[in-house]
């Protein structure tokens, strides 16, 4: 009964946060408010993406700007090579991220803990070498630029709506799934999970390829949105660092988590990028660790303490 | 085909870089193996010796060894401060996730704190620092590189010496192998493990002044070398000594055998693919387990 209660709550807030944001273009914002809004949705998504692996299955990734990085090299080259609309190539960009996923999975999910982490690292080290040295296809070190035309940045920011909307609702039917079970189990004790039948491996895989594929769908619309990027911008350990930071502030293993990471991160990131980009990632190192050392579960867990008491 | 005496070139100086390649692995497996901690920063620490030994050549003068004696004590001091106020409370609460997060964060920190300092600019070598060549044999040796090959063997050895054979080092050992039981025996593991981990960082912060005059100063640095510092110390097996000396040499020298064979643009993604490999064929490390 109380968790029912629970649920139409967090339904109404929902209703309600997702009325605003279709709204806000109505009351025609700045371009700049706009281009932060936009960044806000992109990183929940990709926050969304990663905690779905890493705080529903307590499996640290430090290689998904890999899969972000696939996702906006597939849309801009063929949109490029085939003139095919980026945003079905988005689509695609999440498809690939997840087929290169799913054998990473397969490969590395051997491993356990730290050392998965550590092979994620460099497997995305490896994908971003063979982009900034494949040259003839992928432009190497000066990357892609793309000419085109997209109707407007209100467009933009409801097709990142939509993606949000559609990630959220994805993470949501399998957070109250059997799958969301098994996930938590493995995460609390992998050995024991095992124990009463659950395929971790086949678990494993399959979450990292979901996770990637909103990882990969995050790379192409940042592509598409920008217009231009190269291996150091999409692929360096700080990509998938972002990810990590946005859900862990927020609150790991938890759908609001990330949003609420978003939404408290990009603009603080974007206010001290003004000043200079070392400055913005030096507050994101500083936010990381302040919240590892003093509220290991996030800004939810501080309510959950809050509440308790 | 390359002449034989490039090879040979080519080899040997794999050999040498392959050493600091060592001490940085060194480093990172004592403080794995003594704490299970996946030390994250172990790269800005090798930045910051880099920085440190710059700036004491730009601004006071002298060669390498000044820097070197001012990096061991003051990297001690630095890796206890991070022991105390971030490593171990964090440990106890979150284990070893909470650690490689918290040391990843504060990683990024420091990298982009010294970039607004310093700028991201690459610094070369200073001039007191540029190293002469000595000739033998048809063979070109940096003196850099044979100081640095020299002072990491001779690191290393009393880094061994001091974990076999001195009472504290006894400790420390017992506490990696098992922490509970070290602790029944009265081990201060607490303390141990804040000894470990300023060894390791100190032996990251010279690693960082003997790499100053070999390749370039910035700010992001760090990464390259805590990257090769990963695959060797998977190579040398998680917690080996040994392992990770042999590792580091190993690595140098495939590194410089894949740019003359192959391109010097994927020479970071051999180490790389060696890595993975080995994690998945060989997880024990290619020289088998020999714990501290």
Redesign the interface.
């Known amino acids: 009964m109380e968790l029912m209660e629970k649920r139409n709550f967090n339904l109404i807030y929902s209703l309600i946060g997702l009325a605003i944001l279709i709204a806000i273009p109505i009351f025609e914002p700045s371009k700049y408010v706009m281009h932060i809004l936009i960044l806000v949705l992109l990183n929940v998504v990709l926050g969304q993406s990663w905690n779905l692996l890493g705080g529903f299955g307590?499996q640290?990734s430090?290689g998904h700007a890999a899969m972000y990085g696939i996702g906006a090299y597939t849309s801009t080259l063929l949109y490029l090579k085939v003139g095919l609309s980026p945003w079905i190539g988005m689509v695609l960009g999440g498809l690939l991220a997840s087929l290169y996923a799913t054998i990473l999975g397969y490969?590395?999910f051997?491993?356990r803990?730290?050392?998965f982490?550590?092979?994620t690292?460099?497997?995305a080290?490896?994908i971003r070498?063979?982009a900034?040295?494949w040259d003839t296809f992928t432009g190497g070190d000066d990357g892609l630029s793309i000419h085109f035309e997209i109707a407007s940045r209100v467009v933009e920011y409801y097709i990142i709506l939509g993606v949000v909307v559609g990630t959220i609702l994805v993470m949501y039917a399998i957070s109250v799934s059997r799958m969301g079970y098994y996930l938590s189990a493995m995460r609390e004790d992998e050995d024991a999970s095992r124990a009463i039948g659950i395929d971790v491996t086949k678990l494993k895989v399959l979450t990292l390829a979901i996770s990637a594929f909103f990882a990969g769908i995050g790379g192409s619309f940042f592509a598409s949105y920008q217009l231009y990027f190269n291996p150091h911008v999409v692929m360096t350990?700080?990509t998938s660092?972002q990810m990590?930071?946005v859900s862990?502030v927020g609150g790991m293993g938890t759908i609001v988590g990330p949003v609420i990471g978003a939404l408290l991160l990009v603009p603080i990131a974007e206010i001290f990028r003004v000043i200079?980009p070392?400055?913005?990632?030096?507050i994101?190192?500083?936010?990381?660790?302040v919240?590892?050392?003093f509220m290991?579960e996030g800004i939810i867990g501080l309510r959950k303490k809050f509440l308790r008491k | 085909m390359p002449k034989f005496e490039i090879l040979l070139q080519a080899i040997v100086n794999g050999i040498l870089i392959g050493s600091i390649y060592g001490l940085i692995a060194i480093g990172l497996t004592i403080i794995f193996g003594v704490m299970r901690v996946i030390n994250m920063i172990h790269g800005d620490l090798i930045m910051l010796g880099m920085y440190l030994a710059y700036w004491f050549v730009v601004l006071i003068g002298g060669g390498e060894l000044p820097p070197l004696l001012v990096a061991l004590p003051v990297f001690f001091f630095i890796g206890c401060l991070i022991f105390r106020t971030l490593v171990s409370p964090v440990a106890k609460a979150g284990g070893e996730m909470g650690t490689l997060l918290i040391t990843a964060g504060l990683s990024l920190a420091v990298t982009n704190f010294v970039q607004l300092i310093w700028k991201a600019d690459y610094r070369s070598t200073p001039a007191q620092l540029v190293s002469t060549s000595y000739s033998f044999a048809g063979l070109s040796v940096s003196s850099a590189l044979l100081f640095a090959f020299f002072t990491s063997a001779i690191l290393v050895i009393a880094v061994s010496i001091f974990l076999m054979f001195t009472e504290t080092g006894r400790a420390i050992r017992a506490t990696a192998q098992d922490q509970e039981a070290a602790m029944f025996m009265g081990v201060n593991i607490e303390k141990m493990m804040l000894i470990a981990f300023g060894i390791g960082v100190a032996l990251a912060g010279t690693a960082g002044v003997l790499l100053t005059p070999i390749f370039y100063v910035y700010p992001y640095v760090g990464f390259v070398y805590i990257v090769k510092a990963f695959v060797v110390v998977v190579l040398g097996g998680m917690g080996s000594i040994v392992g990770a000396a042999l590792g580091g040499i190993l690595l140098g020298v495939t590194e410089q055998l894949g740019t003359l064979f192959i391109s010097a643009g994927y020479k970071d993604a051999f180490g790389l693919i060696i890595f993975v490999l080995v994690l998945l064929f060989r997880p024990s490390g290619l020289f088998g387990r020999s714990r501290l």
């Not at chain 1, 070392?278 to 030096?282: E, F, Q, W």
């Not at chain 1, 994101?284 to 660790?289: M, N």
């Open positions: 307590g640290i430090f490969i590395t051997r491993l803990g730290p050392y982490a550590l092979s690292l460099a497997s080290e490896v070498l063979v900034q040295n350990v700080h660092m990590i930071f862990i200079s070392a400055a913005n990632l030096l994101y190192g500083l936010v990381i660790v919240v590892m050392r290991p």
